[in-house]
């Protein structure tokens, strides 16, 4: 089946250690994106990509940083600078295209990062 | 900060049509609305968009106001899994190249009862 898929679901680290969420679709969609959320709010956007080898940074990138080498895979770390990493990370895709319809985006079922 | 307005919880009886309202005074003429919902732990879920016709699929009715200022997503019939956050987006101006930068807000808690 086609979709996004994020691993792991849940994930522990020790405050001062980076980490790298994944992200892959196969979906053939050119722009990915980072978003992250935290309880009751709505979801903030970290970084996107539009094509392989190149990406922009959201309202909130300090602290993470991310690639995209692949089209299918567009991964985040989230670096020991970032001051309050634990949250929901959910990844997502879409076409860049010009039409309403090319701006659906489909999310992946989410990670959940908690730092201690 | 998002665009739009929306009531921070809603109840629904199961059966029943939920309807969800959104204000968005400070639409743009070639903004269209989107609306999203996440149920909760997982992703949200792209649900439909307009332009300034009411719009319907398999999911979802979406009424949009003459003035465009308002619209109102309707559920015809709820059922307990239809039980998420609802987001309503205005779509901002498209990112080069023409991807999109969604704004979500804190959207309304819909809670279908038994």
């Known amino acids: 089946d086609g979709g996004i898929t994020q691993s792991p679901k849940y994930l522990f680290r020790k405050e001062g250690q980076n980490v790298t969420l994944s992200c892959e679709q196969n979906l053939n969609h050119d722009a990915m994106y980072w978003y992250r959320q935290d309880p009751g709010q709505g979801l903030r956007l970290i970084?996107?990509?539009?094509?392989?080898?190149?990406?922009?940074?959201?309202?909130?990138?300090?602290?993470?940083s991310v690639s995209r080498e692949k089209k299918e895979s567009f991964p985040l770390t989230v670096t020991?600078?970032?001051?309050?990493?634990?949250?929901?990370y959910l990844c997502a895709s879409s076409l860049a295209g010009t039409t309403p319809t090319d701006y659906e985006q489909y999310f992946g079922p989410g990670t959940r990062l908690t730092v201690t | 900060d998002a665009k739009t307005t929306q009531p921070p919880s809603m109840d629904c009886a199961e059966g029943r049509a939920a309807n969800l309202p959104c204000n968005h005074s400070t639409i743009s003429g070639n903004e269209y609305v989107y609306w999203y919902r996440?149920?909760?732990?997982?992703?949200?879920?792209?649900?439909?968009?307009?332009?300034?016709?009411?719009?319907?699929?398999?999911?979802?009715s979406l009424i949009i106001t003459e003035d465009r200022k308002s619209s109102t997503l309707i559920l015809p019939h709820a059922t307990l899994r239809d039980t998420a956050v609802y987001y309503c987006i205005v779509r901002v101006a498209p990112l080069q190249g023409g991807s999109e930068?969604?704004?979500?807000?804190?959207?309304?808690?819909?809670?279908?009862?038994p």
Do not use: R, W
């Open chain 1, 80 to 88: 020991s600078a970032q001051k309050n990493p634990t949250a929901f």
């Open chain 1, 47 to 64: 970084y996107y990509s539009q094509i392989v080898n190149d990406f922009q940074k959201g309202d909130i990138a300090e602290g993470y």
């Open chain 2, 38 to 60: 996440q149920i909760h732990s997982q992703g949200p879920q792209y649900i439909i968009h307009g332009l300034k016709n009411n719009e319907t699929n398999e999911m979802a």
């Open chain 2, 101 to 113: 930068k969604l704004v979500f807000g804190k959207g309304t808690k819909l809670t279908v009862n």
